[in-house]
């Protein structure tokens, strides 16, 4: 797996994280407990950094960028980003569900408990309501989330981080 440095800046990873062996991280990138990167997944902290919080899911071919400090790229705990999407600057609360082929743009925030319905875009500077889902280009608000839906994200978030603790044990056994 790629891990790769940015000038002096070195990715710091939890111990606990999961990284394939498929995955490239660069630079000024924190990658919390828990979490996973799956394979094709591209986390860029080379212009301004990249924060993942804890037991957060990044799937497969997602690319997660940031290009100036004024807009860094944070992402909660327990948030699952789907298959190739496009993260670019911007702040993710806890339990977000961002769904397939999604983009979010510079600035951009969504609140905690977000469900972002696959391909919806998120244009710079827009705020998401927290326990929304939204849907479109650009994504509009559709309804508020129950807060029963809200602990689905986090427990779809715990399952795959429990998961990919055994995909990491197995891969270090013997």
């Not at 790629?2 to 990138?29: C, E, H, M, R, W």
């Not at 699952?80 to 743009?105: N, P, Q, R």
């Not at 650009?138 to 427990?155: F, G, K, S």
Request: with cysteine; proline share 7%; hydrophobic share 40%.
């Amino acid at each position: 797996m790629p891990i790769l440095p940015f000038g002096d800046i070195v990715p710091k990873i939890d111990k606990t994280a999961y990284i394939s062996s498929q995955a490239t991280i660069v630079g000024n990138v924190e990658i919390g407990p828990k979490t996973s990167v799956w394979p094709g997944a591209v986390i860029r902290g080379d212009e301004a950094s990249v924060r993942i919080g804890e037991s957060s899911c990044i799937q497969d071919s997602v690319v997660i960028h940031a290009h100036s400090e004024e807009n860094p790229t944070i992402i909660g705990n327990m948030t699952v980003i789907g298959t190739a999407s496009v993260i670019h600057g911007a702040y993710l609360g806890d339990s977000v569900v961002v769904g397939e082929g999604s983009v979010i743009y510079d600035g951009a925030t969504l609140g905690e408990g977000v469900m972002l319905a696959p391909g919806a875009i998120v244009p710079a500077n827009v705020v998401v309501p927290p326990r929304s889902l939204n849907s479109g280009a650009p994504a509009a608000q559709i309804r508020d989330l129950t807060r029963e839906e809200v602990e689905t994200h986090t427990d779809r978030a715990e399952t795959i981080a429990r998961v990919f603790q055994k995909l990491r044990r197995w891969q270090t056994m013997p």
